[in-house]
């Protein structure tokens, strides 16, 4: 922005939603440190004479496809890794045009990073929204020739885990955000998701106890998580993407037709397994990190065995056929999809009984609640 000017953002339509969202809310970035709000062209028309700004996803977007192609744009460091994003300005990019800035990305999460990284340095704290926290006026915002690369990221998931919600956000967005469905909904979510991708995050666990519907409830939240690039999980107690206090306790009625059962593997596997592959189909859609194993209902242990040693030969055979399952309805082998098992209370117990994990299951460590890790 200068002399009271922006620049047009371009971005490609067939790049992924989340460079779309990522864009617009960098125009409303912009709008907040200039009192200038940018248009954004979709259709990757360059103007000439101008001096575009150009978002893009490698092997997404034609515009920055084609800079690469013809050797304006040095993609080596950023193509083929995992959310990794470059940051250039460009000499002499489209015919007529002197300069351009481009933001690239290995992946459409990288783009989106590298698109708010700009708000990072232009002033925009991530939480701006959050924590009212008010940006710094300025009636000139540029950036300096050059060329960075950011990433990838040394952690390969980082993000946030919405828990003992009912004395703090549930009842806040209840009153303020998702006050037709009187709970934490899609608004609130939609909310968490712009956060975190100011963040560089990209996995959450929803919010789970009795007081919120479970995440799934809700038609709209994973369709905003795919659309915002976000990898949904669910924590220690919840297996296969399921909210059991709610899932299984108030809508398995409704979600089947019928009464559930026990919670009980011993009793009721059956039903559990169905219930589990009716949530990893409807995950199709989604990037998902799926927590293994079984307990109890709500943060308790596996009922119905009598010893440590039968619980981790229990476990052992659930943790196959939920392997198997992912493999079966994701259409892949199972060592390639993402899944995680806590060791956590009675589970630490059965998994130093030796239960076996295969080397691509992600161990999540807990700590004793004064901040030692238990193993």
């Known amino acids: 922005v200068a002399d009271g000017k922006a620049c047009t953002i371009s971005t490609d339509g067939n790049d992924a939603d989340v460079v779309e969202i990522a864009a617009r809310l960098f125009c409303d970035d912009v709008k907040a440190v200039t009192g200038v709000k940018p248009a954004v ?57 002197r300069q351009a800035l481009v933001v690239f990305g290995s992946d459409p999460r990288g783009t989106a990073f590298g698109i708010f990284e700009l708000s990072r340095m232009m002033g925009v704290s991530p939480w701006y929204w959050w924590a009212d926290v008010t940006p710094r006026k300025h009636s000139t915002v540029c950036v300096t020739k050059g060329e960075s690369v950011f990433g990838p990221p040394s952690v390969k998931y980082r993000g946030i885990f919405i828990n003992d919600e009912d ?48 995440f799934w409830y809700y038609k709209e939240n994973p369709e905003l998580a795919r659309r915002y690039g976000i990898v949904l999980g669910s924590s220690h107690c919840e297996q296969m993407l399921r909210n059991n206090v709610d899932e299984w306790v108030h809508n398995f009625p409704f979600e089947f037709g019928r009464l559930p059962g026990p919670y009980s593997w ?11 592959n009716k949530r990893v189909v409807e995950s199709k859609g989604n990037d998902a990190f799926y927590t293994l194993g079984m307990r109890g209902i709500h943060d308790s242990g596996l009922s119905g065995y009598s010893s440590d040693k039968e619980r981790a ?11 198997q399952m992912l493999s079966a309805d994701l259409g892949k082998p199972a ?12 589970a630490l117990k059965l998994y130093r009984q030796g239960i076996d994990l295969p080397d691509d299951v992600t161990l999540l460590w807990a700590d004793d609640n004064f901040g030692y890790i238990r193993q």
């Not at 909310?191 to 959450?204: G, T």
């Not at 009793?267 to 589990?276: A, C, F, H, P």
């Not at 899944?339 to 009675?346: I, L, N, T």
């Open 313 to 323: 030969d229990v476990l052992k055979d659930i943790i196959s056929q939920q392997r």
């Open 167 to 214: 004395w703090g956000l549930q009842p806040w967005a209840a009153k303020h955000l998702d006050k037709k469905v009187n709970d934490i909904g899609p608004r609130t979510y939609e909310k968490v998701f712009e956060l975190m991708l100011r963040l560089k995050a990209n996995l959450l666990w929803p919010a789970m106890h009795p007081c919120t519907k479970a």
């Open 335 to 346: 060592s390639a999809v993402p899944q995680v098992f806590c060791p956590y209370k009675e």
């Open 41 to 97: 062209a979709k259709d990757g028309d360059i103007a000439e004479g101008s001096l575009p700004v150009v978002f893009g996803t490698l092997g997404k977007s034609s515009l920055v496809d084609n800079l690469a192609s013809v050797g304006k744009l040095d993609v080596k460091k950023v193509k083929g890794k995992w959310e990794t994003f470059g940051i250039a300005v460009v000499n002499r990019p489209f015919k007529n045009v």
């Open 266 to 276: 011993k009793t009721n596997s059956k039903t559990i397994l169905e219930y589990w």
